[in-house]
């Protein structure tokens, strides 16, 4: 089992940035790669961001290419998610999740592990 919690949600101005962490415990994390969804109201999660086992290996969604950055450290057992020029259309409950496989994984049926989701709010 691999426990997840994220943290650094909450309310930021359109333009603003944030920076999302989510610890993991349990397993040995460096085993396991990860990845950040989101999820609207009444609707599926989307994914975000994923990067591979090692850290050298990332993929964005389309939306926020060139905005988010997905990093991890090993050592602290944690992924981030740095949020930079936030919009409105941002604002979602974000998950991080854990799959054993080893690559940058964009399907979120692949994922076996699941956060309880931070909510990122962006105002206009």
């Known amino acids: 089992q691999v426990q997840l919690e994220e943290s650094g949600g909450g309310l930021v101005q359109t333009g603003g940035s944030l920076r999302l962490s989510c610890a993991a415990s349990?397993?040995?994390?460096?085993?396991?790669?990860m990845g950040w969804f989101r999820q609207p109201p009444g609707k599926e999660r989307k994914f975000v961001a994923a990067?591979?086992?090692?850290?050298?290996?990332?993929a964005y969604a389309r939306s926020v290419k060139g905005r988010f950055t997905i990093s991890r450290d090993n050592a602290k057992n944690t992924v981030y998610l740095l949020m930079n020029s936030l919009k409105p259309e941002d604002t979602d409950v974000y998950y991080c999740?854990?799959?054993?496989?080893?690559?940058?994984?964009?399907?979120?049926?692949?994922?076996?592990?699941w956060g309880q989701g931070t909510r990122v709010t962006v105002s206009s």
């Open positions: 990067i591979g086992w090692s850290g050298y290996s990332t």
């Open positions: 999740a854990a799959t054993p496989d080893r690559g940058e994984i964009k399907e979120q049926y692949e994922y076996d592990y």
């Open positions: 349990g397993r040995t994390f460096s085993n396991y790669a």
